[in-house]
């Protein structure tokens, strides 16, 4: 079965960096596209960013344009976000999506917190 397992979240205070991991198995991760979105307290989850299956394309939110970056790594069926100057309003958890047949499969969540 299809499971994505993030890791890597943590409190980071604003500027600093975070690298989230997610984990894929229980498909053919190199013929999907994948995305990351985030779920802030209070609010709806939204698209963070998505990467093709080659890794060849990316695209991201304009809130975290320039300062995110989504990577896949085929070979070891991994997905990644780097974030670099991040902002008290990056607070999150972090979700890894794929979409396979009509459905949407979600991992755990990875949570991040910007604090001073």
């Known amino acids: 079965q299809v499971q994505l397992v993030e890791s890597g979240g943590g409190l980071v205070q604003p500027g600093g960096s975070l690298r989230l991991s997610c984990a894929a198995s229980g498909f053919r991760f190199s013929h999907y596209a994948m995305r990351w979105y985030r779920q802030a307290p209070g609010k709806e989850r939204e698209l963070v960013g998505g990467?093709?299956?080659?890794?060849?394309?990316?695209n991201y939110a304009n809130s975290v344009k320039g300062r995110f970056t989504i990577s896949r790594d085929n070979g070891e069926n991994t997905l990644s976000l780097q974030m670099d100057g991040l902002k008290v309003e990056d607070t999150a958890v972090y979700y890894c999506?794929?979409?396979?047949?009509?459905?949407?499969?979600w991992g755990q969540g990875a949570h991040v917190t910007v604090s001073s």
């Open positions: 999506n794929v979409y396979i047949r009509d459905y949407d499969y």
């Open positions: 990467i093709s299956s080659t890794g060849s394309n990316t």
